[in-house]
């Protein structure tokens, strides 16, 4: 059990270390805007919790008006009084509910808006990277297409090989020289890109290693499932809300005035108090309550749908991870073979059978093996970060 206590536990480090470091790639000013987000949310719903709360109403109010000996007079009233529902057939506690579900949905959806935001910064710099690499393998394969054009030349002068092989190899080089611009056009749009979430220089950040999450987890930290989760409450409490709004409510009363104008009969200041009941009769509320009540059902369908969704995500990533290590694999057995016909060669050249143009071309075809495998292994952290973006720390 120790020893399961402690690998977990290095597990643990290892996911929670290379998710740790998917926070620090945003600007400032992104991370200041999903604070704010955040102080909004917590504030509105602090309001929306005690809405059920009546207002104190205070009015003051000063008056001249002439009187017999034709002098203005001012009279001055002074009133304060409040209205205050104390049960609404459950509505109040149902509203108090309900603000909890919405202040949880909204921080879910938040959370989750900054986690593909961060997510799509290091997509860009995975993206970044591995056309870079690409670069590079564009690179040798024009070196290895000059190297086939200059050969097939000399053959072609000494009357070995017509000229319709020769224009292949030319047209393809040219391809791969145009394609290879192509992908210096794409490394400064990345680059650009990068620059708009992150301050970061994208040719210095460590990427970060991602490791693949358990269904489990992916389900139970899924901050979108986790957010219809909580919207479903809230049309739930919502619904209940709108039962309890055609139902009775008690409302306490109380309001005290003071004034200058008074007879005999009046009082200077006096207070009064008592309560009511009200309870509307309308027309709309059967379509209301159940218009309230399927809008519960439909987001409870949709935390269902939600869960399926993830299973789907979840097989396809381990799918395509399966594809890509299959790929690698493939790559690892390609580099073996290409460094035994270096080898090969490089005994060959030394015995005069081989030139040293033929050393050169088995060499780049060695190199661009080796960027294979490091390309297949940045898609499969652009794979795992379709997981991590919706996950919650």
């Known amino acids: 059990m120790k020893k399961l206590f402690v690998l977990c536990s290095l597990f643990s480090t290892a996911l929670w270390g290379a998710e740790a470091g998917l926070q620090n790639y945003l600007t400032d000013e992104k991370n200041m805007m999903f604070d704010f987000q955040h102080e909004q949310n917590t504030i509105r719903s602090g309001m929306l919790k005690n809405s059920w709360v009546a207002p104190i109403n205070v009015s003051y109010q000063k008056d001249w008006k002439p009187k017999a000996d034709g002098k203005m007079h001012a009279t001055r009233a002074f009133t304060i009084g409040i209205d205050q529902p104390i049960f609404k057939s459950g509505g109040i506690f149902y509203g108090i509910k309900y603000a909890k579900a919405v202040r949880g949905a909204n921080a879910k959806e938040i959370a989750l808006q900054k986690r593909q935001t961060v997510a799509q910064a290091v997509q860009i710099l995975f993206e970044y990277r591995k056309a870079k690499l690409q670069r590079k393998k564009l690179t040798l394969l024009v070196r290895n297409g ?60 460590r990427l970060p290693k991602l490791k693949m999450l358990s269904l489990k987890h992916y389900k139970k930290g899924n901050l979108k499932l986790a957010a219809k989760k909580l919207r479903a409450m809230e049309k739930r409490y919502s619904a209940k809300m709108t039962w309890a709004k055609y139902l009775p409510t008690v409302t306490a009363y109380t309001h005290y005035q003071y004034t200058d104008q008074y007879t005999p009969d009046t009082m200077k200041g006096y207070k009064n108090y008592g309560f009511r009941i009200t309870m509307p009769l309308s027309i709309q509320a059967p379509a209301d309550i159940e218009a309230a009540r399927l809008d519960a059902l439909l987001a409870q369908v949709q935390v269902r749908d939600q869960r399926k969704i993830i299973d789907a995500e979840y097989a396809l990533v381990r799918s395509s991870l399966r594809i890509l290590d299959r790929k690698i694999a493939l790559a690892k057995k390609d580099e073996t073979l290409y460094r035994r016909l270096l080898k090969n060669t490089r005994q060959l050249a030394k015995a005069g059978e081989k030139t040293d143009q033929d050393v050169q071309t088995m060499r780049n075809s060695l190199e661009m093996k080796k960027l294979d495998r490091r390309i297949y292994y940045l898609d499969k952290q652009l794979q795992l970060l379709k997981l991590y973006e919706k996950v919650a720390r």
């Not at 391809?175 to 979430?197: E, G, Y």
């Open 146 to 205: 000059a190297i086939a054009i200059e050969r097939q030349t000399e053959l072609y002068g000494a009357g070995v090989i017509d000229s319709s092989i020769l224009d292949q190899t030319i047209l393809a080089h040219n391809r791969d020289t145009a394609q290879m611009l192509d992908m210096d056009m794409a490394i400064t749009k990345l680059r650009t890109s990068f620059r708009f979430l992150s301050d970061k220089n994208p040719d210095k950040l």
